[in-house]
Structure formats: C-alpha cells, structure tokens
C-alpha cells in the first residue's frame, strides 16, 4: 500500500463529499461473513480514503445486526490506519443540545455481544488496553475542526452504547440521565474495540439529534430526528473535509501499536487457520 489510508464510517448521506474523486466501489470478503456494504475507495483532501455506510446503503441493517470484526478487517484489509466515525446519538444532559457534537473519550457497554466485538479466541489470546478507547491524538483534531468550521463542539463525554433496536425505555433514559451519562447509541462500542485491537486510530463525531426520553418537557418526533439528522449530516461533511487534511502522513500514534504487548498466547501455538484469518490484524507480529 503506497499511503496509509484514513476511513470514514456513517451514513448514506456522507457519501456526497464535495471533492471525493477517483471513487471506486471494493467488495471485500472476510472470514467473519460480508461487511455491512461493499466499501468506497477513493481521494479526498488530498488523501486516500475508504467510506463505509455502517448500516449499508439504503439503512438496511439494524444496529444488532452489524458485522463489527467484518467491518473493521475490511478497513484493515484495505490500509485504513485511521477512522472517523460520524454517529447519531441521543442526549442524556441538557447542555448538550440537537445538533451540538460531542467528541467523546468513553464507552459504556449495555450490550450482549462481547465475543462479537473482539478477533480474538480460537486458539490465540489478546487483551488490549481499553482504558481510553477513543485515540486522543484523533479526537482533538476532531474537537478543534468541529468548532473552526462553527459547530457547537463539547470536549469529551461517555457515550452509552445500548442494544436496540428500540430506544429507551423512559425509566431507562432517566437513569442514564442521572447517572451522568452523556450521550446515547447503539453502534460504536464495537467498532471502537475492533478498531483498537486492529490497530486502527478510531474517534467519534457524535451528532446529537435529540434529548432521548429523559426530558419530560421535550417532546421529540421522529419529524424533528430526521431534519436534525440531515442538519448533522451538513455539518459533518464540512468536518470530515476539513479533518482529513490534519491527521499525519504516517500511522505512529499509541493506538498503532496497541498489540504490541497484548497478545498473550506464544506465537508457535497459534493455530494457522486463527493466524490466517487474521492476516490484516496480526502482519507485523508475524
């Protein structure tokens, strides 16, 4: 691969990239089943990128359904050092209000799928470090772009990650709410994890459309998400753009070498067929 390449990871609508040239649709196979779509090479700001809508074109694909590992060995696959993940969310405190984003620096888990959000086991054993599971370096490039092109940015924050696909109970959005919780969604955890043991930069553009349920005073219509979605969609193309140009020729940062130390099980007992799989992730440690 010539040049490190910087993923994006959303929604249909952030295929429209003013500038994106020399598109060219790949179809990738993985032996953890199909990713969500075929993934879109091309240039943008000067720099090879890879897009991929996480729900497939046409939102075909309910957040539980998503094929995280297949998604991000794709981006492996394909030389994606970084990724910015552009993300809808629900708003579980007041300052954080539709169509504000908030660059957010931690995860917590409400669902039920860890063996899925991991490429380890069968025959080889890994444990990352994920105390800080987005890559800082990125988020601040991210944080600063969104208030230079005039976002309302928030600097930091916990994203809830919860099952879906319907969204909270209001019993559960005040509790998150309470708790102190930041914002909420249903698909970023797991590419966050599958991003850190690929060793892929990953942070999160959460676009807030809405006050989730929490709010009593608040009441929010589909209408009223859909129009705050598209709003957030403007604003993220002009951040996505303006990003790119930003983030390093060469992939250096802590996030690159996060296997460096994780992998327990000694490489002469690595199953092949486990270490074929796992050609993209593992290739400098084999």
Not at 70 to 90: E, F, P, Q, Y
Not at 201 to 220: F, I, N
Request: aromatic content about 8%.
């Amino acid at each position: 691969m010539s040049e490190h390449r910087i993923g994006i990871i959303g929604g249909t609508g952030l295929y429209n990239l003013e500038g994106f040239t020399n598109q060219k649709w790949v179809k990738v196979r993985t032996p953890f089943g199909a990713p969500s779509d075929d993934l879109l090479t091309g240039k943008l700001a000067g720099r090879n990128v890879v897009f991929l809508a996480r729900h497939g074109r046409g939102h075909r694909i309910l957040p539980g359904e998503l094929n995280h590992r297949a998604n991000l060995w794709a981006m492996k696959k394909l030389g994606v050092a970084w990724i910015i993940s552009v993300s809808a969310v629900g708003s579980l405190q007041e300052k954080y209000q539709p169509c504000d984003i908030v660059l957010v620096d931690q995860f917590l888990d409400r669902t039920r799928r860890g063996p899925e959000h991991t490429f380890f086991g069968r025959g080889i054993v890994a444990h990352i470090s994920f105390a800080h599971p987005v890559c800082e370096e990125l988020r601040q490039i991210l944080l600063k772009t969104a208030r230079a092109c005039g976002a309302t940015a928030h600097d930091g924050g916990t994203y809830v990650n919860m099952e879906g696909p319907a969204f909270s109970t209001r019993a559960e959005s005040l509790t998150n709410h309470q708790l102190g919780y930041d914002v909420i969604g249903m698909t970023n955890l797991g590419e966050a994890k599958c991003a850190r043991e690929a060793e892929i930069a990953y942070a999160t553009l959460a676009m807030s459309t809405d006050y989730d349920c929490w709010k009593e005073d608040e009441h929010v219509t589909l209408a009223m998400i859909i129009q705050n979605l598209h709003r957030n969609a403007d604003m993220a193309k002009k951040i996505v753009v303006a990003a790119i140009s930003q983030i390093p020729a060469e992939p250096d940062w802590p996030c690159h070498a996060a296997l460096q130390y994780a992998i327990l099980t000694d490489k002469k007992l690595w199953p092949a067929k486990t270490k074929k799989e796992l050609g993209p992730v593992l290739k400098k440690y084999l």
